[in-house]
């Protein structure tokens, strides 16, 4: 490849990044996407074989240290609670992620004033709104308008079935008078362009070998690559340089075989994750920028935020078909989403709903836990738990914490010898608080569902899917990285545009409000072309 | 008969005897709901390959099979699967206190063989197949029972 300089690099071309690359492609610039890993075969995802539960832990393992595959870093987060989750090829997370879609609430943008913690985002629901929309026609989001836990919205596809285990849930809400709603899911639920229907495979978090589930691979990336974007795949970045007035002029990276290579650009924008961003910009040194490119704040890879996840399966007397039907898509409720400092913590989390597990998982869960023996007695406790588990995650509001953050390892490194992240993690009063009042509440909707028993596991270990803060928007550059639109306060033109300049976490899945800032910061590029720089 | 350095390990015939033995004391047979033992499915040669895409998996099978043989001795019999059903019982508690690990890898093996069983999933009411391309029929949903949060004025907070 030759390394001409482009208008604008892009690095990473999951969530953030092809959203961001299908907006601005319209400016006909010249565009430029760099991705560590590379194109995904639908036909090679884990439902296709009998062994999917397998590979489900292995080389479709949400971490990337489990995993392996080339394409992937190691993380070290042996001293997080919460480990890392992430998918490293074009889509980025959205390969594995579950496709629930919901947006963040008007009061996530306003804690600081509302309930006098952390900050105010420098944006608002409102600005957002439009560019919700815009992403859920590009994605195509299944779900159901009249939802009162939320201002007004219009999903584009029908709502996802909830089957006989997501109505059996339902029940246990209603009967509580609680909250509930079908979820607002990024699944095809009927053809949508290209994209077939959804056919109900069960764990869309290995992948959707028919293609109905929105990864940015179907839905943004062939649109911005018909307008003229150009993605390069398996080239890795190493660094971001600068030049002696301290703009960005570009990168260096290694591509497909390995050779270091240079690619210089008038704009660097990235989108490589809450984890990835914050290690490229602390691998990015010059003697302009010592701690780290963009890092004057001493910011960069602090206020590192996860969702912590308390997860409840409840036990049921009759079989759920629980296998049938998107893993983690079904119903949500927000009950218990705002403050009630009576509860004893402040902020909030919703609820989602968790379908059954697969006959192996069924049988490695029970193993793990004890109620599952081998010997003589296996079968008749397996045949109590087959099918017969339902599941309800209370997703937390985790606060920023400036000790919570993503540093660089001193000694690990990835293939090609570029230090490593590593987390340094813990989790709140706050947040444990919370994950204890949300698991009591969810043992009490599956109870009032007809769950004989239940079993707790918070705050799960494997649920680091969701990575913000680690480079937060403001308008103090004392106490941000990134402007209100994705501009990097010390480096005129550098942008970022994934989660890391995420504020505060609100208590929902951050992928839809991800992509909506993302083509908010692109519309506020195209807007500002003239002065881009000023 | 001599490895050669790049061959997968695997077990010998006396190893392979005693792992089909064992398999069927961690999943023994229920005819009456149809459903096998893991040794009776055949599944020894399964295991033994999962095993031995991780040298560390195949060091702990393999060590797991010895003290098994040792302990055999120890109970007066030629090998594990000449002992009775209460003994290779108490032989299995041994090992589990003599090695804490080695039970766990192994059920670990057996139990993602033995699920994906075609033969287990169909005994088990679960359809015989991988889920794609077929998926499942799952009607849409009523949503009548929203009618109670439909009515129900906004909640979500802005001041």
Redesign the interface.
């Known amino acids: 490849m030759a390394d001409d300089p482009v208008d604008v690099l892009i690095i990473g071309a999951g969530a953030a990044g092809a959203a961001f690359a299908w907006s601005l492609a319209e400016t006909r610039m010249n565009i430029l996407c760099l991705e560590q890993g590379d194109w995904m075969n639908p036909a090679d995802y884990p439902t296709a074989g009998l062994d999917w539960e397998q590979r489900a832990q292995t080389d479709f393992a949400f971490s990337p240290n489990t995993r392996q595959r080339p394409a992937d870093y190691p993380v070290n987060d042996a001293e997080s609670p919460i480990a890392i989750s992430n998918f490293n090829a074009v889509g980025g997370g959205t390969i594995l992620y579950a496709g629930h879609f919901p947006r963040m609430k008007p009061s996530d943008f306003r804690v600081r004033s509302l309930d006098g913690v952390a900050d105010d985002w420098p944006l608002d629901y409102a600005t957002l709104e439009p560019y919700w929309a815009e992403n859920d026609r590009m994605m195509g989001v299944a779900g159901l308008a009249g939802d009162p836990a939320y201002p007004p919205k219009e999903p584009t596809l029908p709502p996802v079935p909830l089957g006989k285990l997501g109505e059996t849930v339902a029940r246990g809400f209603h009967d509580l008078g609680w909250h509930w709603w079908p979820s607002d899911s990024a699944i095809a639920t009927r053809p949508t362009g290209d994209r077939a229907a959804c056919i109900n495979l069960g764990p869309c978090i290995s992948g959707c070998a028919q293609g109905a589930k929105a990864s940015t691979d179907l839905t943004y990336w062939p649109a911005a690559i018909r307008n003229g974007v150009r993605l390069e795949t398996r080239c890795r970045v190493r660094e971001i340089t600068v030049r002696p007035d301290g703009l960005a002029d570009g990168v260096v990276y290694y591509d497909a075989d390995g050779v270091e290579r240079r690619q210089r650009a008038e704009i660097v924008v990235l989108a490589c994750n809450g984890v990835g961003t914050p290690r490229l910009l602390l691998n990015s040194r010059s003697p302009q920028f010592p701690d780290g490119l963009a890092n004057r704040s001493g910011l960069v890879g602090r206020n590192l935020m996860f969702h912590p996840y308390g997860l409840v399966m409840g036990f049921f007397d009759e079989p759920l078909d629980g296998y049938q039907g998107p893993t983690g898509c079904g119903l949500m409720s927000h009950e218990f989403y705002e403050t009630d400092l009576a509860r004893g913590f402040v902020r909030g989390f919703s609820f989602e709903l968790l379908r059954g597990f697969g006959p192996v998982t069924t049988a490695l869960w029970g193993l793990a836990s004890g109620r599952v023996p081998w010997g003589r007695d296996h079968h008749r406790r397996y045949g109590e738990v087959i099918d017969r588990m339902a599941g309800l995650i209370a997703i937390c509001e985790d606060l920023p914490e400036e000790h919570n953050r993503v540093i660089l390892d001193p000694e690990l490194t990835d293939g090609h010898g570029i230090p490593a992240p590593k987390i340094e993690y813990r989790l709140s009063d706050n947040s444990r608080r919370m994950l204890d009042f949300g698991t009591a509440r969810a043992q009490e909707a599956l109870a009032a569902a007809g769950a004989r028993s239940s079993f707790v596991d918070a705050p799960l270990r494997a649920a680091g899917w969701h990575l913000m803060g680690t480079a937060r928007m403001g308008t103090d550059p004392a106490r941000s990285v990134v402007n209100e639109w994705g501009r990097s306060h010390d480096v005129r033109n550098l942008f970022i545009i994934d989660g890391s300049i995420f504020v505060t976490a609100g208590a929902v899945n951050p992928t839809c409000t991800i992509q909506g800032l993302a083509l908010y910061i692109a519309d506020r590029m195209k807007k500002n072309l003239d002065h881009l720089l000023e | 008969m001599a490895k050669s350095p790049d061959a997968a390990p695997a077990l010998d015939p006396a190893q392979q005897r005693l792992l089909a033995t064992l398999l069927d004391?961690?999943?023994?047979a229920?005819p009456e709901?149809g459903?096998p033992g893991a040794g009776a499915l055949g599944l020894a040669d399964a295991v033994a390959a999962a095993a031995a895409e991780k040298p560390e998996l195949f060091s702990v099978l393999e060590d797991g099979l010895a003290r098994l043989a040792t302990l055999a001795e120890r109970h007066g019999a030629g090998s594990f699967v000449e002992l009775a059903a209460a003994t290779r019982?108490a032989a299995?508690d041994e090992l589990g206190a003599q090695a804490p690990g080695c039970?766990?890898v192994l059920?670990?093996l057996t139990?993602?063989a033995?699920?994906?069983d075609?033969r287990?999933?169909e005994a088990?009411g679960?359809p015989p197949?991988?889920?794609?391309?077929?998926?499942?029929?799952?009607?849409?949903?009523d949503?009548a029972?929203?009618d109670?949060?439909?009515r129900?004025?906004?909640?979500?907070?802005?001041?």
């Open positions: 004391e961690l999943l023994p229920r709901v459903l019982r299995l039970l766990p059920c670990v139990y993602s033995y699920y994906r075609l287990v999933l088990l679960h197949r991988p889920p794609y391309p077929l998926g499942y029929e799952v009607p849409p949903s949503f029972l929203l109670a949060v439909r129900r004025a906004p909640f979500y907070r802005t001041r």
